[in-house]
């Protein structure tokens, strides 16, 4: 089965200092999403993007949080300026479609981040 | 702020028996997914449920979506120490801004 594929799985940082997180979606989709989950919580919505554009974002999703599709391949996470709270598994979903017909959101296995 | 339930908690239960987890809300989804999640691993989709009363079978899970599209039920019928694992209901709108459930957390004993 396809795989969507997240680097790295562990990454550590000081508080205030910028973070990439990377996410490689499956090759032919196009709607591509970043979740995370802060230990013991429940999974949470950040932003979903398509079209090169964000398509919708949560209140998480602030302005220290940026999104990209640098390559045509690529889609990264940027958390501008750490902060402690951020700490969290993050991942990252693509579907081929919105899923109205229960297309799959695929998943990909996490990066933790942990600030200190 | 959309809020999805799911009880119980935590359920342990031996091998054989047969066990039902719930999902609940207030509010209506236009559709339901149900994942399981492993330690350190993503979600996994294991179904959507899109109309309300739909029922949807995979091998010995059986999932249904209320007919009014705010619950949703998932049943096991002859656990096996392989269905241990967390799952997780999230409902949206297709998988636009999926909100996920609070899991239920299943252990299945030899």
């Known amino acids: 089965e396809p795989e969507v594929t997240q680097t790295p799985s562990h990454q550590v940082t000081q508080m205030g200092q910028e973070v990439i997180l990377r996410c490689v979606p499956i090759s032919n989709h196009l709607y591509f999403y970043w979740y995370r989950q802060i230990l013991g919580q429940k999974v949470e919505f950040l932003v979903s993007?398509?079209?090169?554009?964000?398509?919708?974002k949560s209140e998480i999703f602030d302005d220290q949080f940026s999104v990209e599709r640098p390559d045509g391949s690529n889609f990264t996470l940027k958390i501008r300026s750490t902060k402690l709270e951020d700490s969290a598994m993050y991942f990252c979903?693509?579907?081929?479609?919105?899923?109205?017909?229960?297309?799959?959101?695929?998943f990909g296995s996490g990066t933790q981040l942990s600030v200190l | 702020t959309q809020l999805l339930e799911q009880s119980p908690q935590f359920l342990s239960i031996q091998e054989g028996e047969n066990l039902t987890v719930y999902c609940n809300s207030s509010s209506v989804f236009s559709s339901l997914q149900w994942y399981r999640q492993e330690p350190g691993e993503g979600p996994v989709l294991l179904v959507t449920?899109?109309?309300?009363?739909e029922v949807k079978k995979l091998k010995r899970l059986t999932f249904q979506f209320g007919d009014a599209r705010k619950d949703s039920s998932l049943h096991i019928t002859a656990a096996q120490p392989g269905d241990t694992g967390l799952y997780l209901c999230a409902g949206g709108f297709g998988n636009e801004k999926l909100t996920f459930g609070t899991g239920t957390r299943l252990t299945i004993i030899p």
């Open positions: 993007f398509y079209n090169n554009e964000i398509s919708e």
């Open positions: 979903a693509s579907s081929g479609d919105r899923g109205l017909l229960g297309e799959k959101l695929f």
């Open positions: 449920v899109v109309t309300g009363g």
